[in-house]
């Protein structure tokens, strides 16, 4: 079982940028689908960016397309989340998530979660 640990959350104004990552322990890292999700105080957790075990195929929900980028390394067991353009409504707890299902964007289909780190965007 794969475990996961994100990084690189933080305070930044609007228009900034960031760059999440998530590394995960296990030999099995390479298999899985990996998503992130994040989740604002009262609001339901919400997919932002999946992709898939090879890096070659991504998914973007509308209100994060063209402003993040998922990317990983399966070497380093690491992937990312860069996050540009950012907008006070995209402070949360983002989480990383691994998945055996194809194109998972729902959070039961990922059985592994991360502890989270905080984003907040100030305007």
């Known amino acids: 079982q794969v475990q996961l640990v994100e990084s690189g959350g933080g305070l930044v104004q609007a228009g900034g940028s960031l760059r999440l990552s998530c590394a995960a322990s296990g030999r099995t890292f390479s298999s899985y689908v990996m998503g992130w999700f994040r989740q604002a105080p009262g609001k339901e957790r919400e997919v932002v960016a999946v992709?898939?075990?090879?890096?070659?195929?991504?998914y973007y929900p509308d209100s994060v397309k063209d402003r993040f980028t998922i990317s990983r390394d399966n070497a380093k067991n690491t992937v990312y989340l860069q996050m540009n353009s950012l907008k006070p409504e995209d402070t949360a707890v983002y989480y990383c998530?691994?998945?055996?299902?194809?194109?998972?964007?729902?959070?039961?289909?990922?059985?592994?979660w991360g502890q989270g780190t905080q984003v907040t965007v100030s305007s």
């Open positions: 998530a691994a998945s055996g299902a194809t194109r998972p964007t729902a959070p039961y289909e990922y059985h592994t």
């Open positions: 992709i898939n075990s090879s890096g070659n195929n991504m």
